[in-house]
Each structure stands twice: as structure tokens, then as C-alpha cells.
């Protein structure tokens, strides 16, 4: 398979897995509608004064909305960043002083958008200092931020034509200069040991040199990689994530190197580096905004089931334990529904998107959800479906999970802040404080322009805004 579609294979979007006012009342409301202007909703939606009180210490947002970057630090200064190109994917450093994001050239005026390379920027939280990195002539596939540390904590990686090799870079934000840290013929993809000295990297060998999947932890000293995992006769390996401790890996398994049967789901795999056992947790689609670590590190929330189709019954959140990979469903709600977007809140409850579901075996969009133009997976059925979802709560301990009524009917995508809970609803970024009952929009036009539009109903909303504190 060819890097292109592995690329399509592995995800609908790109990969990033994301001012100045004072805090004052009326300058906070000021705030707000600039960060609604040019997004398609009136400055009239603004967030009001009543801000000034709920969001300072909330920490950092990005929005990427209309081709362009909103900020939102955590007095509640606020700040834009314009630019050539398209804007997306926005992430946090981990001290949550820079944010780095894709800037994509923009389709010419009355064109379908087509595929062009994305180039790495990074900005500090306050937008000042935005710069990309001097890489020539690629296409950025992936970016990371390590842990906060000293020297070099953004790896990205640069796939070049015709043949799609690829470098893996690791950069500084403070200068536009990365280096070269490994290349490959076939890269898969890569991840920060939660230390932040290594690199976990995942990539198939070329069939003349064996055709195997590899997957190697790569100190940044420059001693020499350790193959921790392989797969043979054009299998690769999808890394999800290390363990927060640091002791072992996620990742989900495709032994036959097809991306068509990994879009109907993959083994998602835990390997403990100490024994090298690699354990099954459950079958799962590729969407690393499906998994969520519990605060303590000890469970992993997944979306268990598979079939493309976003909607298809069976799929679920389960909580899985770490490293005895054991797993239980979470409640749902009775009825034909399925639960997506797992995340967690500071105290250990989880947050989780109920949507409706198929009938089992059912081809099309679930009861009540209009077809638009008779595809399924119009821009019509797909937002009808958005627009139907709710978000619940579990708490610790808890059998039953409580619907969040205050969210509204549409909520998903939750993000919990330590004063409340950031979702989207309705295309908009919205803000609940704790215990409140009025949201408070933050910004609107998510997902548009979308080059990606949705695949089989999927959207990463994830790809549209970054939190951090």
C-alpha cells in the first residue's frame, strides 16, 4: 500500500494530535466577539461580561475557525493570528507557553479544495513570534509535543515525493532550524516516551528488505533503537499511545498491512516493555480521539467496536485497566444508542457522548436521523446526527451515568477544565461553569472551511481547538 492511502487509512484529518485585553468585564465581552468575527456567526453570539469571573484560571484555548487561529489564555487575554493558508490542528507545548498548528494553502476562490503540503508553525500563547520550520519541499504528517523539557520538544515528521520517504525532525520553538533525527522508507508513525528521552516510532521496511512492520523505541542521545515489536509480510503497527508511566505502549495491529480492513477496526494491543507481551484490549476503529488515560494512569477509556460506519451499533466506551488489560463496559442509557469520546475530569469521573445508534446490521444513518440527497453520509445526515447527541457523566464509583441537560441536545467532543467543561454544539466551542446552567459560546465556525469534510460520518472535532492547563 502506498503512503497516500495509508495516510487516508489512518485518519479522515490531519494528525496533531491544536490579544491582548484585559480581564475587565467589558473588554472580556469585546474579546469574544472578536473571536466569533469571521466565522460565519454575529458578534451579537459573543460571550458576555459575565466571563470575566468564570474563565480566568481555566487555562489555554486554541480555535482554529474560518482558516485562522483564535487564542484564549488563562486570565482570559485573548488574542488572533491571521496568516497565508489554511489553519488547523492546533497543540499545546506541555508548559502551555506555544501552540503549534498546520497552515494548508487555500483553494483557489471557487475550486474544490485539493491536497497541497502543510507546513509546520508554531506562535507563543499570546500569538506574537509565529514562524514555521525550515523544512523544503514536504508534507508535515505528523507533529508532537514531548514533555516540558529542556532543548529540542516538538517532533514532526515530512513526507517527501515521489516515493513518500519520510524524516522524523525534533525542533526547539524558540528558533525556525530542525534536525533530522531518523529517516525512513515507509513511516507509520511516532510518539514521546512520557520521560521525553526516546521516541516510540513505527514503520514498515521496504519488500526488498523484508516487507516487516517495526516498531523500535529511538533514545535521543543517539544510541541505538530497540525493536520492541515486529510484524511480518507487510504488517504495521498504529501507535495509540505509551502508558502514562512510561512502562509499556498502545497500539492497534494490522497484521495484513490493509487499510481497508482497518477502517472496519483494529486490535488494539497494550505491550508491557518489561516481559515484551503484547495483550489484546478490544477491536476498535483508529481514532486516537477515542481513547482517553484516567487522571491516576490506571485506565484507559476506548470506544470498543468496530465498522467504519460512525454509527453502527456495538460501539461503546470501556474502561480498561492498566496493565492487566482487563476491560468492562460503561453504562449506557436504555435504547438504541451507541457512546463515543471518552474524557476524563481532574476528580477521575468520566465524560462520554451518547449518540443514537443502527438497528444491528442496519445500513444507513440510525431511525430519525434524515438522509440528505439520498448519501448517507451527506453533510445533511452527518449534522443531523451531531445534532442528536448528548453528553453524560460517570462518576467514581458510579453504576449509573447522568445526562449533563445543561450542555444542551448536540453537545459532544467534551474537554473538562478545572471550573467547568468546554464542548462543542452546533458547529460553536461553548463553555459550562461548573454547576451553572447557561454555556457560554467561545467561538463558531468549527469545521469550516473542511477540506476533509467526514469520513463514513466521522469528524475530528478534536482537530479543531487544543486545551490546555
Same mark, same amino acid.
Given at each position: 500500500?502506498?503512503?497516500?492511502?495509508?495516510?487516508?487509512?489512518?485518519?479522515?484529518?490531519?494528525?496533531?494530535?491544536?490579544?491582548?485585553?484585559?480581564?475587565?468585564?467589558?473588554?472580556?465581552?469585546?474579546?469574544?466577539?472578536?473571536?466569533?468575527?469571521?466565522?460565519?456567526? &454575529?458578534?451579537?453570539?459573543? !460571550?458576555?461580561?459575565?466571563?470575566?469571573? !468564570?474563565?480566568?484560571?481555566?487555562?489555554?484555548?486554541?480555535?482554529?475557525?474560518?482558516?485562522?487561529?483564535?487564542?484564549?489564555?488563562?486570565?482570559?487575554?485573548?488574542?488572533?493570528?491571521? /496568516?497565508?493558508?489554511?489553519?488547523?490542528?492546533?497543540? #499545546?507545548?506541555?508548559?502551555?507557553?506555544?501552540?503549534?498548528?498546520?497552515?494548508?494553502?487555500?483553494?483557489?476562490?471557487?475550486? &474544490?479544495?485539493?491536497?497541497?503540503?502543510?507546513?509546520?508553525?508554531?506562535?507563543?500563547? =499570546?500569538?506574537?513570534?509565529?514562524?514555521?520550520?525550515?523544512?523544503? =519541499?514536504?508534507?508535515?504528517?505528523?507533529?508532537? #509535543?514531548?514533555?516540558?523539557?529542556?532543548?529540542?520538544?516538538?517532533?514532526?515528521?515530512?513526507?517527501?515525493?515521489?516515493?513518500?520517504?519520510?524524516? !522524523?525532525?525534533?525542533?526547539?520553538?524558540?528558533? +525556525?532550524?530542525?534536525?533530522?533525527?531518523?529517516?525512513?522508507?515507509?513511516?507509520? /508513525?511516532?510518539?514521546?516516551?512520557?520521560?521525553?528521552?526516546?521516541?516510540?516510532?513505527?514503520?514498515? +521496511?521496504?519488500?526488498? %528488505?523484508?516487507?516487516?512492520?517495526?516498531?523500535?523505541?529511538?533514545?535521543?542521545?543517539?544510541?541505538?533503537?530497540?525493536?520492541?515489536?515486529?510484524?511480518?509480510?507487510?504488517?504495521?503497527?498504529?501507535?495509540?499511545? #505509551?502508558?502514562?508511566?512510561?512502562?509499556?505502549?498502545?497500539? #492497534?495491529?494490522?497484521?495484513? *498491512?490493509?487499510?481497508?480492513?482497518?477502517?472496519?477496526?483494529?486490535?488494539?494491543?497494550?505491550?508491557?516493555?518489561?516481559?515484551?507481551?503484547?495483550?489484546?484490549?478490544?477491536?476498535?476503529?483508529?481514532?486516537? =480521539?477515542?481513547?482517553?488515560?484516567?487522571?491516576?494512569?490506571?485506565?484507559?477509556?476506548? !470506544?470498543?467496536?468496530? =465498522?467504519?460506519?460512525?454509527?453502527?451499533?456495538?460501539?461503546?466506551?470501556?474502561?480498561?485497566?492498566?496493565?492487566?488489560?482487563?476491560?468492562?463496559?460503561?453504562?449506557?442509557?436504555?435504547?438504541?444508542?451507541?457512546?463515543?469520546?471518552?474524557?476524563?475530569?481532574?476528580?477521575?469521573?468520566?465524560?462520554?457522548?451518547? %449518540?443514537?445508534?443502527?438497528?444491528?446490521?442496519?445500513?444507513?444513518?440510525? &431511525?430519525?436521523?434524515?438522509?440528505?440527497?439520498?448519501?448517507?453520509?451527506?453533510?445533511?445526515?452527518?449534522?443531523?446526527?451531531?445534532?442528536?447527541?448528548?453528553?453524560?457523566?460517570?462518576?467514581?464509583?458510579?453504576?449509573?451515568?447522568?445526562?449533563?441537560?445543561?450542555?444542551?441536545?448536540?453537545?459532544?467532543? &467534551?474537554?473538562? +477544565?478545572?471550573?467547568?467543561?468546554?464542548?462543542?454544539?452546533?458547529?460553536?466551542?461553548?463553555?459550562?461553569?461548573?454547576? *451553572?446552567?447557561?454555556?457560554?459560546?467561545?467561538?463558531?465556525?468549527?469545521?469550516?472551511?473542511?477540506?476533509?469534510?467526514?469520513?463514513?460520518?466521522?469528524?475530528?472535532?478534536?482537530?479543531?481547538?487544543?486545551?490546555?492547563?
Amino acid at each position: 500500500m502506498d503512503e497516500q492511502n495509508l495516510r487516508s487509512a489512518r485518519s479522515a484529518s490531519p494528525t496533531g494530535k491544536h490579544r491582548r485585553w484585559s480581564v475587565a468585564s467589558v473588554a472580556l465581552a469585546l474579546a469574544a466577539a472578536v473571536l466569533l468575527q469571521g466565522t460565519g456567526y &454575529p458578534a451579537a453570539a459573543a !460571550v458576555t461580561g459575565s466571563t470575566a469571573s !468564570v474563565w480566568p484560571g481555566n487555562g489555554e484555548v486554541a480555535v482554529a475557525s474560518g482558516g485562522q487561529l483564535y487564542l484564549l489564555d488563562n486570565a482570559g487575554t485573548a488574542s488572533s493570528l491571521g /496568516g497565508p493558508g489554511v489553519v488547523s490542528a492546533p497543540s #499545546w507545548s506541555a508548559d502551555g507557553k506555544w501552540v503549534a498548528f498546520l497552515r494548508t494553502p487555500a483553494a483557489p476562490a471557487g475550486k &474544490p479544495w485539493t491536497s497541497e503540503n502543510s507546513v509546520l508553525w508554531v506562535a507563543r500563547a =499570546n500569538g506574537t513570534d509565529a514562524h514555521p520550520f525550515s523544512v523544503a =519541499n514536504g508534507d508535515v504528517t505528523q507533529f508532537e #509535543w514531548g514533555p516540558a523539557r529542556a532543548g529540542e520538544n516538538l517532533a514532526f515528521s515530512v513526507s517527501y515525493p515521489p516515493q513518500y520517504t519520510s524524516r !522524523v525532525f525534533l525542533a526547539t520553538p524558540v528558533t +525556525t532550524h530542525a534536525r533530522t533525527f531518523a529517516s525512513f522508507d515507509e513511516l507509520i /508513525g511516532f510518539s514521546w516516551s512520557p520521560g521525553g528521552n526516546s521516541l516510540a516510532i513505527s514503520y514498515r +521496511t521496504s519488500p526488498g %528488505a523484508g516487507f516487516e512492520g517495526v516498531l523500535e523505541i529511538s533514545p535521543l542521545s543517539g544510541a541505538s533503537p530497540r525493536t520492541i515489536y515486529t510484524l511480518s509480510q507487510g504488517g504495521y503497527v498504529e501507535l495509540a499511545s #505509551w502508558w502514562p508511566n512510561g512502562d509499556g505502549i498502545i497500539f #492497534w495491529s494490522d497484521p495484513a *498491512g490493509s487499510a481497508s480492513i482497518a477502517a472496519d477496526g483494529l486490535s488494539l494491543e497494550s505491550l508491557d516493555l518489561a516481559t515484551g507481551k503484547a495483550t489484546n484490549m478490544a477491536t476498535t476503529l483508529t481514532y486516537t =480521539n477515542w481513547l482517553a488515560w484516567s487522571p491516576d494512569g490506571r485506565t484507559l477509556a476506548v !470506544v470498543d467496536g468496530g =465498522n467504519r460506519s460512525i454509527w453502527a451499533s456495538g460501539k461503546h466506551v470501556e474502561l480498561c485497566a492498566v496493565p492487566a488489560a482487563a476491560c468492562h463496559a460503561a453504562p449506557l442509557p436504555a435504547g438504541p444508542v451507541i457512546s463515543l469520546e471518552p474524557a476524563w475530569t481532574a476528580g477521575g469521573s468520566l465524560l462520554f457522548v451518547v %449518540a443514537p445508534g443502527t438497528k444491528a446490521g442496519a445500513f444507513g444513518p440510525p &431511525p430519525d436521523v434524515p438522509v440528505g440527497a439520498g448519501d448517507p453520509y451527506s453533510s445533511k445526515t452527518v449534522t443531523a446526527w451531531y445534532g442528536a447527541q448528548r453528553v453524560y457523566s460517570l462518576g467514581t464509583g458510579s453504576g449509573k451515568a447522568t445526562l449533563l441537560a445543561a450542555t444542551g441536545v448536540g453537545a459532544h467532543t &467534551p474537554t473538562a +477544565t478545572p471550573r467547568g467543561l468546554l464542548y462543542v454544539r452546533g458547529e460553536r466551542l461553548w463553555y459550562l461553569p461548573t454547576g *451553572g446552567s447557561a454555556p457560554l459560546a467561545i467561538a463558531g465556525g468549527l469545521q469550516s472551511p473542511s477540506p476533509y469534510g467526514n469520513y463514513y460520518g466521522y469528524i475530528d472535532w478534536s482537530e479543531d481547538y487544543a486545551w490546555h492547563k
